[in-house]
C-alpha cells in the first residue's frame, strides 16, 4: 500500500498557534449547495428536470443563497469520458432558475471542457453565478472565461481544485491570477478529500492574506473529514463554503449542507439558512432520489488516501467490473501516476496495464 | 545526401521553441529540404542564436528576410495566429508555399496520413492543432471501415509543455480539434477535452479516442476496425516514431443519449523524438514532424515540375 501512498503536503499544526482548531470568528457566511452539480457525479448525470425542480425548490425554501446546477464536470461536461446528462444541462439549469426565488443559481465551468460558447448559453438559460474551476496550478488558462463573464455583468467565482497538491503560497499565487482576471471569490477546492484540516485551514489563510476577493472552501468526505475540514476553513476565515444534501457528491460526497447548517448554527455563524428545513429536503427529497449513499467505504478512503479526484470512483467501478480489475488498485495507480482531475481516461488504461500485468503473471 | 541541386530550399518563421525543434529536424534528415533560412523577430533570441551555430543563414527581419530570397519556396510558420494572417497574405502573394503551425487557419487542415494528397499543392496548409493531428488519424482510421456518428478526444499533456498561445486560447484548442475530428476524422460530431497535467517529471502526452459507430452493436466488424487502427498507427510511426497505441480498442456497448450503442475507445501515446523539445512534449513534437512531412511531400511534388497543375 506504501506504494499509492499520496507524497502532499503534510503541514503539520503550529504548537503556538492551531488556528484550524479555533473558533470561527462569527463572520457572515455564504454556503453553496451543489447537490445539483456534485451530485451529478454519483448520479451518474441522470438528474431529470422533475428532481431538479424538486430539489431547487427545497433549497430555496431553506434559504440556500446559491444553487449550483451543471453536469458534474461542468458546462459542457456531458460526454463519453465523464458521462452523458440524460437531460441537457441547460434545460436544468432554465427549470433551477424558474424555481430557485430569491436563491442565485450558478454553474461550474472548466475550461478545456467547457467553452465560451456554453457559457453563454448558461446564462442565457439563467445561471447567475459562473465557477471557472482549473487545476490548482494552472489558473492561467481561465482568463477568457473570467474575461467573459466580467463582461457580461456576472459574479465569478474560481475554484482551485485538487489543492492538496500544492502548499498555500503556491495556491495564493494562483489565486491571485484569477483575482487579476476578475474573480469576485476563489475557492480552495480539495477535490480528492485528501486534506486534514489543518492543511486545509494553512490554504485559506493564505488565501485570505493575499486577496482582495473572498475566499472559499469545497470538501470531499473520504477522509470522514468534511465537515471538520470546512470548519477549519472558516476558523481561518472562509467566508464561503459548499455543502451537498446528504452529502450527495462524488467520492465520500461532500459536507452534508443539512450537517453543516446545524453545525455553524452552534458555532454562531450567521448563515440564513433553516436547519430544519434543510434537514426535511435531505431526508424526504434528495434521500429518496440517490441510488447510493456516498460514504468513506473502501474505495472512497483510497481515494482520499491516495490523492486521486473523487470522481474517479464510478469510473473506478464501471472499469474495473468490465476488465475484471479491482477498483482499489485502479485508484491507487492513478494516484501513483499523478493523475489530475479530469483524467477519467487513465482509468481505462491503467485498467488495461493491470488486467495485462495479471494475464501475464497467472 | 542529394546536393543543392535537387533540394527545395525553406525557411523557418519563429525562433521560438517549435521553429528550433523544426530546424533540428530538418537539419537531421536526409530529404529534399534544405533549411536555408530561420527567420524571428527578436535578434537576441536563443533559437536564432542556435541556427547561427549549426550554420544556417539568419534574419531578424522576420517575414521581410523571407521575401526578400525568392528561392525560399515552402516556409514554416511558427509564430502566432496573428502574425501568421499577415504572413498568409504576403506568402500567397510572392507565391510562397505556407505550412502553418499556428491557430490562424488560412488554408486547409491538413492530417498528413488522411488527406495530404488533396493538399499537395495548395499554397497554404493549417496543422490544425496538436491534438488534431494525434486523434484525427484515429477517427479516420475507424472510419473508414464503420462511418462514425460521433467523436470525442480527450488529450492530456504536461503542464510545462502548454505555452502561453495555447494558455490563453484554450477555447480555440477545443473548437478547432473538434472541427478537425469532424471535416476530416469524418464523424458527424466531434468534441474534444484537454488537461493539462503538472505532474514532475513531465508525463508524456497521451490521448483517447472514444468513437461511436453508426453500426449496432451487432454489426460492428471490430476485427476490422482493429486492423484499420493498427494500419493507421504504422503510417503515422513513419514520422512520428513515438506514436503508439497503449493497447488494442476496447469495445463496449454502452448507452448514450438513451440507447445502446457500440463504443470504440482507443488509448494512445505521444513521444517526441527529442530532437530539440524533450520526448515528454509529444504534443509538440506531433506539430513539427507533421510539418515536415507535409513539406517533404510538397518538396517532391515541386521537384517533380507539377506546380499549379
Not at chain 1, 40 to 51: G, I, N, Y
Not at chain 1, 123 to 135: C, H, N, S, Y
Not at chain 1, 303 to 328: C, M
Request: contains cysteine; charged residues 20%.
Amino acid at each position: 500500500m506504501s506504494a499509492g501512498r499520496a507524497d502532499h503536503g503534510r503541514g503539520e499544526p503550529t504548537p503556538d498557534q492551531p488556528a484550524w482548531l479555533a473558533a470561527p470568528s462569527g463572520q457572515p457566511v455564504r454556503v453553496t449547495d451543489t447537490t445539483l452539480r456534485d451530485g451529478s457525479h454519483a448520479m451518474a448525470h441522470q438528474f431529470t428536470a422533475e428532481q431538479v425542480r424538486q430539489v431547487v425548490a427545497a433549497l430555496s425554501a431553506a434559504g440556500v443563497p446559491v444553487i449550483e446546477v451543471s453536469h458534474g464536470d461542468g458546462l459542457g461536461g456531458s460526454s463519453l469520458q465523464y458521462g452523458h446528462s440524460l437531460v441537457d444541462e441547460m434545460r436544468l439549469i432554465a427549470t433551477a432558475r424558474e424555481h430557485a426565488g430569491a436563491s442565485k443559481v450558478a454553474s461550474l465551468m472548466i475550461p478545456g471542457i467547457g467553452t465560451r460558447r456554453e457559457l453563454r448559453e448558461a446564462i442565457e438559460a439563467g445561471m447567475q453565478v459562473v465557477r471557472i474551476a482549473t487545476l490548482c496550478t494552472e489558473a492561467d488558462i481561465s482568463e477568457q472565461h473570467f474575461g467573459m463573464a466580467r463582461e457580461l455583468g456576472l459574479e465569478a467565482v474560481g475554484f482551485l481544485m485538487m489543492a492538496h497538491m500544492r502548499d498555500g503560497d503556491v495556491l495564493a499565487e494562483q489565486a491571485l491570477l484569477m483575482q487579476s482576471y476578475g474573480a469576485n471569490a476563489v475557492y480552495v477546492v480539495d477535490s480528492a478529500g485528501a486534506m486534514l484540516p489543518w492543511q486545509a485551514a494553512e490554504r485559506v489563510a493564505a488565501l485570505k492574506a493575499a486577496l482582495d476577493v473572498e475566499v472559499g472552501f469545497h470538501g470531499h468526505n473520504n477522509l470522514g473529514l468534511a465537515i471538520g475540514n470546512t470548519l477549519a476553513a472558516l476558523a481561518a476565515g472562509a467566508d464561503q463554503v459548499d455543502g451537498t444534501l446528504r452529502g450527495f457528491g462524488a467520492g465520500a460526497g461532500n459536507a452534508a449542507t443539512e450537517v453543516l447548517a446545524a453545525v455553524l448554527d452552534r458555532a454562531g455563524m450567521q448563515t440564513g439558512l433553516d436547519v430544519f428545513a434543510l434537514l426535511d429536503a435531505a431526508e424526504f427529497v434528495v434521500a429518496p432520489l440517490m441510488p447510493f449513499q456516498p460514504l468513506p467505504d473502501r474505495d472512497g478512503v483510497t481515494i482520499g488516501y491516495a490523492g486521486v479526484y473523487s470522481t474517479f470512483l464510478l469510473h473506478a467501478r464501471r472499469i474495473g467490473k468490465q476488465l475484471g480489475v479491482d477498483p482499489q488498485e485502479i485508484l491507487i495507480e492513478l494516484g501513483r501516476r499523478k493523475a489530475v482531475a479530469g483524467q477519467e481516461d487513465w482509468a481505462l488504461d491503467v485498467a488495461l496495464e493491470l488486467a495485462a500485468a495479471k494475464a501475464v503473471s497467472s | 545526401m542529394s546536393d543543392a541541386r535537387s533540394r527545395v530550399k525553406v525557411a523557418i518563421l519563429g525562433s521560438g521553441n517549435i521553429g528550433t525543434d523544426l530546424l533540428y529536424k530538418l537539419l537531421r534528415r536526409e530529404g529534399p529540404l534544405m533549411p536555408a533560412l530561420m527567420a524571428g523577430i527578436d535578434p537576441a533570441s536563443e533559437g536564432l542564436a542556435r541556427a547561427r551555430e549549426l550554420g544556417v543563414e539568419t534574419s531578424a527581419d522576420g517575414i521581410d528576410a523571407v521575401l526578400e530570397d525568392p528561392e525560399l519556396r515552402i516556409v514554416f510558420d511558427a509564430t502566432s495566429a496573428k502574425a501568421h494572417v499577415r504572413h498568409a497574405q504576403l506568402l500567397a502573394a510572392a507565391g510562397r508555399m505556407a505550412i502553418d503551425l499556428t491557430p490562424a487557419a488560412r488554408g486547409p487542415y491538413v492530417v498528413p496520413p488522411v488527406n495530404l494528397d488533396e493538399h499537395v499543392s495548395e499554397p497554404n496548409v493549417n496543422l490544425i492543432t496538436c491534438g488534431g493531428q494525434a486523434t484525427i488519424p484515429v477517427a479516420y482510421a475507424i472510419h473508414r471501415v464503420a462511418p462514425l456518428d460521433y467523436v470525442e478526444m480527450v488529450s492530456t499533456v504536461s503542464s510545462v509543455s502548454a505555452g502561453p498561445g495555447t494558455r490563453q486560447n484554450i477555447d480555440e484548442f477545443t473548437f478547432t480539434t473538434a472541427q478537425g475530428l469532424e471535416s476530416i476524422g469524418g464523424a458527424k460530431r466531434g468534441k474534444a477535452i484537454i488537461v493539462l497535467n503538472p505532474a514532475d517529471p513531465p508525463i508524456i502526452m497521451t490521448n483517447t479516442v472514444f468513437a461511436v459507430p453508426r453500426a449496432a452493436p451487432d454489426e460492428l466488424d471490430e476485427p476490422a476496425v482493429t486492423r484499420s487502427l493498427r494500419e493507421m498507427e504504422a503510417s503515422v510511426q513513419r514520422y512520428v516514431p513515438g506514436y503508439r497505441l497503449k493497447s488494442d480498442p476496447v469495445f463496449e456497448r454502452r448507452l448514450v443519449e438513451g440507447r445502446e450503442r457500440a463504443v470504440v475507445s482507443v488509448p494512445l501515446e505521444v513521444a517526441g523524438a527529442g530532437d530539440y523539445l524533450p520526448r515528454y512534449a509529444g504534443n509538440l513534437d506531433i506539430m513539427t514532424a507533421s510539418a515536415v512531412r507535409v513539406a517533404e511531400v510538397k518538396a517532391h511534388h515541386l521537384m517533380n515540375g507539377q506546380v499549379g497543375a
